[in-house]
């Protein structure tokens, strides 16, 4: 197969030895993964360990991490949504 006059993004893709689908999923995932840590599902998992180290309710676990987020929002220039 010639390749001349094919751009070289094209060529690329052709070469691949698996569809490149394949390369926009993993890339996908690992974006995903590496913001986890800035996001409630990630917290979500030390959840009950820090209640438990702390000797505190999963009410007041809760309530302090909902107000570190309303911190962060008005630190950011947003207007908190008050409850």
């Keep these: ?8 993004r094209d060529r690329f893709i052709q070469r691949m ?6 390369v926009i999923l993993a890339s996908g995932a690992l974006g ?6 800035g996001q409630t599902i ?11 180290d702390l000797a505190l309710s999963r009410a007041d676990v809760a309530r ?11 630190k950011a220039g947003f207007t908190a949504i008050e409850a």
């Design 1 to 8: 197969m010639s390749t001349v006059g094919v751009p070289v």
């Design 17 to 22: 030895p698996f569809h490149y689908g394949w």
């Design 32 to 37: 995903a993964f590496m913001t986890t840590p």
């Design 42 to 52: 990630g917290v979500s998992s030390f959840f009950d360990p820090v209640a438990r």
């Design 64 to 74: 302090v991490q909902g107000r570190q987020l309303q911190e962060a929002i008005e």
